[in-house]
């Protein structure tokens, strides 16, 4: 079966897929493209957020994150779905965990939003409605927070980037580990199996990660023999 991934940033994300892949049982064959597909360096920084936009952080094919505004991306996202529709994909992934304008449409398959799954699920996974909700950027904090209130009784939001060094991160599950909460959300796309383990450990919470739990629930479609 033939379906595609979005990503905010630039494709193959071979980091994400490195740890869904097996998740599918070699049932898939993946079609990728991203937003900053073929954008320089210098291109992207022009789409930096100002004012009251919808921050988005990202990788790039060397490994490095960005930081953008939402708005910059939406037409370059919209032409790769009709892409992936028109060469046959059943179904479309998002590799991002941030939430879309409904302005973004596939027209006759569906696709498929971590952060739509998740809002749905997270409420039932946490037993106080008490969260930690892991966000790669300090700018997105407010807006994270603002968006996870909505669907639990508290959160709080931590930075430290899945595309930055061990260290902040390991920095980041000893704060996580003193808060009264029971449920860790890493709520970026870039976030990997490893960063989940760990903080997993170092914490003794449970932890959601969003790329595995996409895959897991998109397998259901795809695992017909």
Not at 23 to 52: H, M, N, S, Y
């Amino acid at each position: 079966m033939k379906i595609g991934a979005i990503t905010i940033g630039q494709s193959p994300r071979v980091d994400v897929t490195a740890d869904i892949m097996d998740i599918f049982g070699g049932r898939i064959e993946l079609v990728q493209a991203g937003g900053l597909d073929g954008l320089t360096r210098e291109q992207i920084a022009k789409f930096a957020p100002g004012e009251g936009d919808y921050v988005l952080v990202s990788r790039l094919n060397d490994g490095s994150s960005v930081t953008f505004a939402e708005r910059y991306i939406l037409p370059r996202l919209q032409e790769a779905i009709d892409r992936m529709e028109e060469d046959g994909c059943r179904l479309i992934m998002v590799f991002c965990t941030g939430s879309f304008p409904e302005t973004l449409s596939a027209k006759n398959i569906p696709l498929i939003y971590p952060c739509e799954i998740l809002d749905r699920l997270v409420p039932l996974m946490s037993k106080k409605s008490n969260i930690i909700c892991m966000t790669p950027s300090p700018l997105q904090l407010e807006q994270t927070e603002n968006k996870w209130k909505n669907y639990v009784k508290q959160v709080k939001s931590i930075a430290a980037s899945p595309y930055g060094d061990w260290e902040t991160l390991e920095k980041a599950a000893d704060e996580a580990k003193e808060m009264d909460a029971d449920l860790i959300v890493l709520d970026c796309i870039g976030y990997t199996q490893k960063m989940k383990d760990m903080f997993a450990e170092k914490t003794g919470k449970m932890v959601v990660l969003p790329r595995t739990l996409l895959a897991r629930v998109v397998s259901e479609l795809t695992d017909v023999k």
